[in-house]
């Protein structure tokens, strides 16, 4: 999608789409690693204050990413699905976290710049732009991620740092 | 700082300097609401896990935003002293936080657009691009209020909506 992109627009833009995919991955990068720390067992059961456990906001997140993105690029609403078990093992939600990454490399190569202002409602139901949309996942997945690190200090567990997303 | 944006480069932009910014104040809207909520004795007090308490944890953030941004316009090192305490009550912190909203303000009509992708150093350590400190910075303020979250709902305190930054 950048091919578009000359010298002269890239120094006078906050953020190009490549920059700002890279920055969401790198974000994916971090939740995959404290997935990893959990233990299965805590990931499915751990919670604290009433919460929902950390692998019931995993599968918010992998409701969201994919489905979120592939609605952008196909204009078709998409269902939000996030009650739906996503998988019984940590293995098996860690597979579809990877299938998620292309899925979202994949939509993302076919969102063009000049599309991040439309107007959508995401899940049929969210009002904002593209941008605004995109935002709201990635901010989504570093608040719950937040919260996640919470469960595993609690559980005397070091979490990995937050600069940490290679 | 937008009056150089014509529409034609609107369309083809990610976000605007406008919005980003708009973006990270309505985040600091919800933050505020979360300390807030917070009684006075926990938010000074309470901790989980072996955590910072929140009023720490806003501190940082109180450190990050108001020198970070300065440090951007300047390209004057900013000192980085998230260890010094900024209030000692609650309306003092709230107060503080008010006074950074307005020079988050002042710094950002001070920065071009043309500026994002400029490397800079961070406080003198942290490499980045102005774009990526800034993302920094907000992504920090959601991933600690995140762990507010977790605070609050152990205490048995309902926090606001993720969605409510007005």
Known sequence: ??????????????????????????????????????????????TLGGMRTFAEMVEELLSIAGPGTKEIVTGKTASFDEASPKGK?????????????????ENWSQIEV??????????GQYEGTVQSAILYFIDNEIHHRGQGYVYLRTLGIEPPMFWDRN
Chains 1, 2 share one sequence.
């Open 1 to 46: 999608m950048n091919s578009e992109i000359t010298p002269k627009e890239k120094v006078n833009q906050v953020i190009l789409p490549s920059e700002l995919l890279a920055h969401w991955q790198g974000h994916r990068v971090l939740t995959r690693k404290l997935i990893e720390k959990f233990p299965d067992k805590e990931f499915f059961g751990y």
């Open 89 to 105: 093992t940590k293995a098996e939600i860690l597979e579809l976290w990877d299938r998620t990454t292309e899925e979202i490399n």
């Open 114 to 123: 000049g599309r991040f202002h439309d107007e959508i409602k995401s899940f």
